[in-house]
């Protein structure tokens, strides 16, 4: 587990000069991964490092000669199209990037006049999903998003048995996940309307949002090789946003008994900025239940993650109308919450999805499932703010929303912030809802 180090020292400042506002979401202390290449242009993607208002081209970094060692191996690898050989070097590797560039863009660090030439504006860049995602698999460990939804279908039992002792999980759709920015079209598929006899065909009228948060795989274990707790960290490269978009109408016609299928594999959405969990090790917070809630198994309980495996990261949902981007207007706030109202941390889905020797590979990705707080208002998907669809949410300039409409774009935010440490973020994860395509059946 990254502890914190010099690199989380608040009192460091960049030569970069946009890292040093109060703001901003890339100070020095974060330093972030992803993959990019200068808009509308042919160039290669490459990795790249968020750093204020610019990316730190790693492939240009490598080529200067100003890294030697375990750090300029680890650059060679991250300078790739995608990020897989990185995530694949493991945390020794990780960390010693990290010091690397953290010494290199302080204040007055001799390598600025060379790294200068390394660096392009994120506003001339575009962005690719940042690894080669073998497989995703999404969780749902939020126990007020289960508690939420299992009261909409049985209000006297919401939760179900399995819920506090299993890590719920289900294989999702890896081909199909999109970098922030993504337009799809609203999907078209079988759903039964209330009261109807039969099923109809034709475009989602449900279309729902999903705040969560993504993880990022980094080395693997064998196939038959379970990982312990203790483990499980060092096989995590980072963590993005992610928007897993749901067809509820779609979903509750499809989803027994095997669960969902095209209410959830036409999109999932993305932030392009991987946050590694040396950069987060600030906002750890301790995993606890209450004392007479039932506790996790021997196999998914360990010291550490009692006393630091949650982390508190704020999230936030935003939903910008076509009429609020015509008017110039920002997006209308919706849900705020923490990732620390989780009720399974990072290391119990990682090991729990390993006990049976299930192989991870570098570059997989799960899902936390939705993250919805406590309360309705912290919740992080429109048919837990509507109660199932029933009071709509009112916008300010008078819009209401109860689904999303078509042309709406749903903007997801992440940061950490605490006294005595750097505010960072994990910039922004948008997504649009664009009309359904004809279809030859409607
Ligand atoms: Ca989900």
């Not at 199932?388 to 042309?407: C, H, I, M, S, T």
Request: overall charge negative; charged content about 15%; aromatic content about 8%.
């Amino acid at each position: 587990m990254a502890a914190c180090n010099e690199t989380h020292n608040p009192a460091l400042r960049s030569w970069v000069s946009s890292a040093n506002t109060a703001a901003c979401d890339f100070p020095i202390q974060n330093l972030p991964f992803g993959v990019f290449r200068r808009k509308r242009s042919n160039e290669a993607f490459r990795g790249g490092v968020a750093i204020g208002d610019q990316i730190l081209d790693l492939a240009a970094a490598a080529q200067t000669g100003l890294f030697t060692g375990d750090a300029a191996t680890a650059m060679q690898a991250g300078a790739q199209d995608k990020l897989n050989a990185l995530m694949r070097m493991g945390p020794q590797a990780w960390h010693a990037l990290r010091l690397a560039l953290s010494h290199a863009l302080r204040d007055n660090a001799p390598e600025q006049a060379t790294l200068q030439s390394c660096l392009v504006p994120q506003a001339q860049a575009e962005y690719d999903v940042p690894a080669r995602i073998g497989d995703y698999t999404d969780f749902y460990t939020s126990i007020h998003h289960a508690t939420n939804i299992g009261k909409q279908f049985r209000p006297d039992n919401p939760l179900l048995p399995n819920y506090k002792w299993v890590p719920i999980g289900y294989h999702g759709r890896a081909s199909s996940i999109g970098v922030s920015g993504q337009a799809f079209h609203r999907p078209v598929g079988q759903t039964m309307p209330p009261g109807a006899t039969e099923p109809s065909f034709g475009p989602c009228k449900r279309m729902d949002l999903e705040l969560e948060l993504g993880i990022f795989i980094g080395r693997g274990n064998a196939l038959g090789d379970a990982l312990t707790m203790e483990e499980a960290e060092d096989h995590v490269f980072g963590i993005c946003l992610l928007n897993d978009w749901s067809a509820r109408d779609i979903q509750a016609w499809e989803y027994q008994p095997l669960g969902p299928f095209l209410s959830k594999n036409f999109a999932s959405t993305i932030s392009p900025w991987v946050v590694t969990l040396e950069a987060l090790a600030p906002y750890r917070v301790p995993f606890k239940r209450a004392a007479e809630d039932i506790q996790p198994m021997a196999y998914l309980d360990s010291e550490a993650n009692r006393q630091q495996g949650a982390l508190d990261i704020q999230l936030q949902v935003g939903i910008h109308t076509p009429k609020m981007r015509e008017a110039g207007e920002p997006a209308a706030i919706v849900c705020n919450t923490s990732y620390r109202h989780a009720y399974w941390t990072v290391a119990q889905m990682v090991t729990h999805h390993t006990v049976n020797g299930c192989n991870l590979q570098a570059g997989d990705f799960l899902g936390s499932g939705t993250l919805s707080g406590p309360t309705l208002d912290q919740a992080g998907a429109l048919i837990e703010l509507t109660q199932g669809g029933k009071p709509p949410l009112q916008f300010a300039n008078g819009e209401q929303r109860v689904y999303l409409e078509d042309g709406d774009t749903v903007v997801l935010r992440g940061w950490c912030e605490k006294t005595g440490a750097t505010r960072i973020g994990f910039g922004e994860c948008v997504g649009t809802v664009l009309p359904a395509k004809p279809h030859q059946s409607i």
